[in-house]
């Protein structure tokens, strides 16, 4: 069937925004109006003329309300085959009358686990009667049309007024649609069961449900094509939920550069003021300071070079001074948790710059789980949400580290926490000297790491790089001690690694030889 004229339709909706306005249209085109409970009382205080699902089924609605749509002459006049005689002939026979339209949402499931609500109150709100109405209208939609989302009501409503009925076009989309949102219900219900009721890590199926947002201009390349998801259930605020106040459309390489760069920069959220510089997912320039002004200089100065079209992230509300010194470069997205007007006045003259507002900058320590495609599957594993217990740090040379290295120690190993491996970074004075991330091999890192310290000294004026006089981080054990000899050549008097190598003692005897201090943390932190 390709076009149907509507005689009766089903309401029965949680949401009741703008139900009134569309039974209003339905009546006006002679649509017999049935609906249930609280959405009936609201369509007759409206003044529209309604018949209650009992009289409909010869049923009350019975069990505070759970046993109401549940019912052959609901179900038959949602499911029958037009054209097939002998749905025909069962439908005359038991009473059944068809139902051409059936507008539902569902028990708001996710917004009571929200706000908090006890068990019994989350339990009985799992709807039962609406989805069962959903999916027997979604699969008839040869001739049923099923409208789950308040946002269509108008184009429904256009879709009557057009031609007196609905299109099979129309119906096939709104059919898809309402499976989308069983599927989402069901999966949030799955969840709350699994994470929630059940205390499982990695339940046995894995149901995740997310949501369209923006669809993206192209991909990581001009030839992929790319969209944003947003999860259904609750999440963290992050990039994804940020505002965009100006500039172009974001890229896909736009969201996962600013994503990393919020995910460092939050691990200061209670810090003093800091700036990430990140290229390409690795930080190139990190730093703290007395102001952002301070700390966006430090920062740049690490890697000046690396940093032009790169992403801006700090922890602070972004001011007039500091976003003058971003603008002076090119930068492709700055986030912040606010923005006085004067930054944004400053940023509006740079039309293509994207400056997002995060709010509350998300927990670093939070829990939950990340989600990696490989070809046929998933791999799904908890956060690094590791955090650097310093009463557990164990110095393993005999020279301890002052109070300055351990927290210049302390400030590289966060940073090397957000650095691809392998991962080495020198850091002095609360800001990052030399980044090496991503090389097959630590040494190479190391030498890379300390080469780019030398470059921006270089760049700078400086005497001599900040390496000099430095605290290294690696991300890993070093398992020969050429790395740590290259990072001594580099400077470093510190070192932070994780320990675990079967040459430790080689390591440790070669940083006691070199007059260093340096402490295990008995945990890495890989980034791939």
């Not at 505070?64 to 029958?80: E, N």
């Not at 981080?473 to 994780?498: C, H, K, M, N, Y």
Request: glycine share 10%; hydrophobic share 45%; proline share 4%.
């Amino acid at each position: 069937m390709d076009h149907v004229i509507a005689q009766r339709a089903l309401l029965s909706v949680s949401d009741k925004s703008g139900i009134v306005d569309l039974a209003t249209a339905l009546s006006r085109h002679g649509v017999e109006l049935v609906s249930t409970g609280g959405t009936a009382a609201a369509l007759r205080d409206a003044g529209l003329t309604v018949r209650d699902i009992s009289d409909l089924t010869g049923f009350p609605e019975m069990m505070d309300g759970r046993v109401k749509t549940l019912h052959p002459i609901v179900h038959g006049g949602l499911l029958a085959v037009r054209d097939n005689a002998e749905h025909v002939a069962s439908m005359q026979e038991h009473g059944i009358g068809a139902i051409d339209i059936v507008v539902v949402n569902l028990y708001p499931f996710e917004a009571t686990v929200a706000k908090g609500a006890d068990r019994d109150t989350i339990i009985e709100n799992i709807d039962i009667g609406g989805p069962s109405m959903v999916r027997s209208a979604a699969k008839n939609h040869d001739a049923v049309a099923i409208v789950t989302d308040p946002a269509d009501y108008a184009a429904l409503i256009a879709e009557l007024d057009a031609n007196g009925g609905t299109s099979l076009a129309t119906r096939r989309r709104f059919a898809a649609k309402a499976y989308a949102a069983t599927a989402a219900y069901d999966s949030a219900i799955a969840q709350w069961f699994a994470f929630a009721d059940q205390g499982q890590a990695f339940p046995d199926t894995l149901p995740l449900a997310f949501t369209r947002g923006a669809e993206l201009r192209y991909g990581e390349n001009p030839h992929q094509s790319a969209s944003l998801y947003i999860p259904r259930g609750p999440a963290a605020r992050g990039i994804a939920q940020a505002e965009q106040v100006q500039g172009k459309a974001l890229s896909y390489n736009n969201y996962n550069d600013a994503d990393a760069a919020l995910e460092l920069v939050s691990e200061f959220r209670d810090g003093p003021p800091t700036v990430v510089i990140v290229k390409h997912a690795n930080p190139c320039g990190v730093a703290t300071g007395n102001t952002l002004i301070e700390a966006y200089q430090a920062a740049l100065a690490c890697d000046s070079v690396s940093a032009f079209g790169g992403i801006i992230a700090v922890n602070r509300p972004l001011d007039g001074e500091t976003a003058r010194a971003i603008s002076g470069i090119f930068t492709e997205v700055v986030a912040a948790p606010d923005a006085d007007d004067e930054a944004k006045a400053v940023f509006a003259a740079k039309k293509n710059l994207r400056l997002l507002l995060t709010g509350e900058l998300p927990d670093p320590a939070r829990g939950g789980l990340t989600v990696k495609t490989i070809a046929g599957g998933l791999l799904v594993q908890s956060r690094d949400a590791g955090n650097l217990d310093q009463a557990e740090l164990k110095v393993v040379t005999k020279r301890q580290p002052t109070d300055q290295e351990l927290a210049d120690c302390r400030f590289a190993w966060t940073v090397a926490k957000h650095v691809k491996s392998n991962a080495i970074v020198y850091a002095r004075g609360g800001s990052t000297a030399g980044i090496g991330a991503g090389q097959m091999n630590r040494l190479e890192s190391a030498r890379i790491a300390a080469w780019k310290a030398k470059d921006a000294a270089d760049k700078a004026g400086w005497s001599q790089a900040r390496t000099i006089g430095s605290a290294v981080a690696s991300d890993a054990f070093f398992p020969f001690a050429d790395g740590l000899l290259a990072a001594v050549e580099a400077g470093a008097t510190a070192v932070i690694q994780p320990g675990g190598s079967i040459r430790d003692e080689e390591v440790i005897a070669a940083a006691n030889d070199a007059g260093l201090a340096m402490v295990f943390t008995g945990m890495r932190h890989f980034r791939h």
